[in-house]
Every structure is written in C-alpha cells, then in structure tokens.
C-alpha cells in the first residue's frame, strides 16, 4: 500500500532505489556521485531520502544534485501543514 503513504515520507537506500526502478549497489553509485537529491543524515550511519525529493527530481528531468537543488532553491515551498 506504498501508493498511500504521504509523500513526506522518508525512504531508505532500498525503498529510494525501488521508487526508481534500480537497484541499491546502482543507487548508492549515484548517490556517490550526487547524481540523486541529497539524502538527510539521521545518525552518521543512517541516511534517508525524502519520497517528494525524488519524485520532484524524476520530473525535473533527473539532473545532477546541484542543479537539482539549484531548480528546488527557486520554486516556493508548499504548505508543510496536512
């Protein structure tokens, strides 16, 4: 039911990579190369992905990180309340 999850939610490296049809070991690869939306650091050791970073970056038409976040840095932000 992951069609029904609000689009906050944070994915971790297998759940990022399955929303993008790859694998992790390919997702991790691009990652490394910041090829993907910058991750958020829950501790040193755990990174998460915003659900809404991803999908907004497929749209975007997948560019590199900085140009992603140049894109994101101009749009408005949406209301955060539900």
Same mark, same amino acid.
């Given at each position: 039911?992951? /069609?029904? +999850?609000?689009? *906050?939610?944070?994915?971790? &490296?297998? %759940? &990022? #990579?399955? +929303? +993008?049809?790859? /694998? @992790? $070991?390919? =997702? =991790?690869?691009?990652?490394?190369?910041?090829?993907?939306? &910058?991750?958020? #650091?829950? $501790? $040193?050791?755990?990174?998460?992905?915003?659900?809404?970073?991803?999908?907004?970056?497929?749209? !975007? /038409?997948?560019?590199? @990180?900085?140009? =992603?976040?140049?894109? *994101? !840095?101009? %749009?408005? %932000? &949406?209301? %955060? @309340?539900?």
């Amino acid at each position: 039911m992951s /069609g029904d +999850l609000p689009e *906050t939610e944070l994915l971790d &490296a297998r %759940q &990022a #990579a399955a +929303l +993008l049809g790859i /694998g @992790r $070991t390919p =997702f =991790f690869k691009l990652n490394k190369r910041k090829n993907v939306p &910058a991750g958020i #650091a829950i $501790t $040193t050791k755990i990174i998460r992905w915003r659900r809404r970073d991803l999908l907004r970056w497929i749209e !975007a /038409g997948c560019p590199r @990180r900085e140009e =992603f976040e140049r894109i *994101t !840095a101009s %749009q408005p %932000q &949406a209301s %955060q @309340r539900g």
